[in-house]
C-alpha cells in the first residue's frame, strides 16, 4: 500500500473510521480542532454522523448514547476540555460502554497554552473522574504509531466494555508523516453486541432492559465495583506493551514516554557515540503501566531517568514498579516547553558520569 503524507490529527480521523467509526462527537479547542474539522467532512463521505456539540459536556454524552446503541464511536479534545468530560467517562465505565477519547495534550494547568505537554498522565492513568475506575491508555510516540493505536483502540474498546484514551500532545496532532492505514473495517461486518440497546421493536418476545450506572443499593454498588476490578487485572495481565531501544548492554536507560521518548532517543543516540551505554525503555500503555518488563530491567540496568514534558507524573509508576531496585532521577520541561536531544543528552550524561563515579568509590 503506497503511503500517504498526513497530518497527525487527519491521520486520527481517518483511522478512526478505518476501524469501524462512523459517530463522532466534539467541540473545538486547540490544538486539535483538526480532528473535527477532517471528521465534519470525512464522516459524510461515509455514511456516518458527525455534530458538533455545544459543550465538551454534551459531546461526551452523545458518545454515551451512541455507544448505548451499539456503535463505535468516538470523541477528542486538549486537556481542559477532557477535564470537563471526565462526570461522562466515569459514567461510560461504570455502565461498562466500550469508546475511544483522545486528549492531544497541551500547556497548563488552567487554560495554560496551546504548545505541546505532558502534564494530563495524572488524569489519564489514574481514571480522572470519580469513583473507583480506570481507562486503558495508548501513547504513541509518531504518527504511524497514532494511527494504529487509534485502529486498535476501538477493539480494544469491545473487547473490555471500557473507554480507552489515546494520550498525544500538540506536537504529534501537528506533525506529518508518511503512513500507511490499516484495513478498513465495514462496521456492517463487525460482531452484534447482545449486550446493546437495540429497541422493543427488536426484542418483540424479549423483556425491555436498561444500562446504567445509578445503584442505589450499596450491595449491588459494591459487586459492581468488585466486576470492574476484576476487568481491569485481567487487562492489567493481558495488555501492558512498552518498547524499548538499545538496552542489551544498558547500565543505564531513559523511560519516556511519546514526544518526549522520540526527544529521548535521538539524546541516547548522542550519548552512547560518547562511549555511554545508555538505552531507553518506552511505554507504550501507560494504563496498563508496564511494570513487570521495568522491574525486569533492573536486573542489569540500576540507574532510571525519567524524562518528561511536565513537572513529573510518569515517575510516580516508574518508582513504583521497581522499589528500590534502581536509583531513579527525573528531568521534565513543563508547561509546554519540549525540550531539545542536546539538552535530554547533557542530563544523560550527568547522571551517567554521577553514577559511574559513585560505583568506582563503591569498589
Not at 500500500?1 to 467541540?27: D, P, S, W
Not at 436498561?210 to 487487562?235: C, G, H, Q, T, W
Not at 509508576?317 to 543528552?345: I, N, Q
Request: hydrophobic share 40%; glycine share 8%.
Amino acid at each position: 500500500m503506497t503511503k500517504q503524507l498526513m497530518r497527525g490529527n487527519h491521520v486520527l480521523g481517518e483511522a478512526a473510521i478505518c476501524a469501524g467509526c462512523r459517530y463522532y462527537f466534539g467541540y473545538p479547542i486547540t490544538p486539535q480542532n483538526e480532528v473535527p474539522e477532517y471528521m465534519s467532512a470525512r464522516l459524510r463521505e461515509v455514511g456516518g454522523t458527525f455534530l458538533q456539540a455545544e459543550s465538551e459536556l454534551a459531546s461526551i454524552n452523545m458518545v454515551l448514547g451512541a455507544s448505548l446503541a451499539g456503535a463505535r464511536v468516538m470523541t477528542s479534545s486538549s486537556s481542559p476540555g477532557i477535564s470537563l468530560m471526565q462526570e461522562g467517562i466515569s459514567f461510560l465505565a461504570a455502565m461498562e460502554l466500550p469508546a475511544v477519547i483522545a486528549n492531544m495534550v497541551r500547556g497548563g494547568p488552567g487554560l495554560g497554552n496551546i504548545a505541546p505537554a505532558q502534564s494530563d498522565y495524572f488524569q489519564a492513568t489514574r481514571g480522572g473522574g470519580h469513583g473507583d475506575y480506570r481507562t486503558i491508555v495508548l501513547a504513541p510516540a509518531s504518527v504511524q504509531e497514532l494511527c494504529d493505536m487509534t485502529y486498535n483502540a476501538f477493539a480494544l474498546a469491545d473487547k473490555y466494555r471500557n473507554p480507552v484514551m489515546i494520550l498525544g500532545d500538540g506536537m504529534i496532532g501537528q506533525m506529518m508523516e508518511p503512513i500507511e492505514f490499516p484495513e478498513y473495517i465495514d462496521p456492517a461486518d463487525l460482531p452484534p453486541k447482545s449486550w446493546c440497546l437495540s429497541g422493543s421493536r427488536a426484542r418483540p418476545s424479549k423483556r425491555s432492559k436498561a444500562i446504567m450506572s445509578l445503584l442505589l443499593n450499596p450491595n449491588i454498588m459494591e459487586e459492581r465495583n468488585f466486576k470492574l476490578v476484576r476487568k481491569y487485572d485481567a487487562i492489567q495481565r493481558e495488555e501492558p506493551d512498552w518498547d524499548g531501544y538499545a538496552l542489551d548492554d544498558a547500565s543505564m536507560a531513559v523511560v519516556a514516554y511519546g514526544t518526549s521518548a522520540r526527544v529521548a532517543k535521538g539524546a541516547v543516540k548522542r550519548v552512547r557515540q560518547m562511549g555511554m551505554n545508555v538505552g531507553l525503555f518506552r511505554p507504550k500503555t501507560l494504563w496498563p503501566f508496564p511494570e513487570k518488563a521495568l522491574k525486569k530491567l533492573t536486573r542489569i540496568v540500576r540507574h532510571l531517568l525519567v524524562i518528561e514534558m511536565s513537572t513529573g507524573q510518569m515517575i510516580e509508576d516508574v518508582k513504583l514498579a521497581v522499589g528500590d531496585r534502581a536509583e531513579v532521577s527525573f528531568y521534565g520541561r513543563p508547561g509546554g516547553v519540549v525540550s531539545t536531544p542536546d539538552a535530554v543528552a547533557h542530563q544523560i550524561s550527568h547522571h551517567y558520569l554521577r553514577a559511574r563515579l559513585e560505583r568506582e568509590q563503591a569498589n
